[in-house]
T-cell receptor
Framework: QKEVEQNSGPLSVPEGAIASLNCTYS??????FFWYRQYSGKSPELIMF????GDKEDGRFTAQLNKASQYVSLLIRDSQPSDSATYLC?????????????FGRGTQLTVWP | DGGITQSPKYLFRKEGQNVTLSCEQN?????MYWYRQDPGQGLRLIYY???????QKGDIAEGYSVSREKKESFPLTVTSAQKNPTAFYLC??????????????FGSGTQLSVL
């Protein structure tokens, strides 16, 4: 049973556009949601986290959470070629050990000049 | 600088050999984790530890072993029982506390290949 689902992509957008990355999860009791960015051959880097329904903005990044729909998304505004990477969605399930995250397979994003 | 150090960066295993991946952190984090990543796949949890001298199996623990003798160190041994060990191995740590999932911080990873 898959816990976290992401569109595998690849997603390709032009420089300056908005990139929209989506993630759904199966456990209704999930409490914490994270987005990691992973460049090829490198380790994941935390870029956003969200706990409550609604939007959370940090610079060019906006995380959106809808617990009723079990849906979390990441928007990247004014996309840059340096944003080209794989984006991993991660979820902490209800009753899970703190820090025990379930990861999606990732969405590969390419931003072309 | 605080962080997580994994070594070696690349490791090759011969048939029937056990190999050990090192993970050290100086973030004073209580919890440490080992994840495995295969191409095009998400991260899968191998083992995790919340305190010294205690650890739990994750989703794919078969063929692996760990120890947690010090707070700073959480080495992973890939045994000969692991028949498909080729993967990118990631060590992570997190502070524990509160009632929400804590943020994970990752080391730079070890690429393990079979000769």
């Amino acid at each position: 049973q898959k816990e976290v689902e992401q569109n595998s992509g690849p997603l390709s957008v032009p420089e300056g556009a908005i990139a929209s990355l989506n993630c759904t999860y199966s456990d209704r009791g999930s409490q914490s949601f994270f987005w990691y960015r992973q460049y090829s051959g490198k380790s994941p880097e935390l870029i956003m986290f969200i706990y409550s329904n609604g939007d959370k903005e940090d610079g060019r990044f906006t995380a959106q959470l809808n617990k009723a729909s079990q849906y979390v998304s990441l928007l990247i505004r004014d996309s840059q070629p340096s944003d080209s990477a794989t984006y991993l969605c991660a979820v902490n399930n209800r009753g899970s050990t703190l820090g025990r995250l379930y990861f999606g397979r990732g969405t590969q994003l390419t931003v072309w000049p | 600088d605080g962080g997580i150090t994994q070594s070696p960066k690349y490791l090759f295993r011969k048939e029937g050999q056990n190999v050990t991946l090192s993970c050290e952190q100086n973030l004073n984090h209580d919890a440490m984790y080992w994840y495995r990543q295969d191409p095009g796949q998400g991260l899968r949890l191998i083992y995790y530890s919340q305190i010294v001298n205690d650890f739990q199996k994750g989703d794919i623990a078969e063929g692996y072993s760990v120890s947690r003798e010090k707070k700073e160190s959480f080495p992973l041994t890939v045994t000969s029982a692991q028949k498909n060990p080729t993967a990118f191995y990631l060590c992570a740590s997190s502070a524990l506390g509160g009632n929400r999932g804590e943020k994970l911080f990752f080391g730079s990873g070890t690429q393990l290949s079979v000769l």
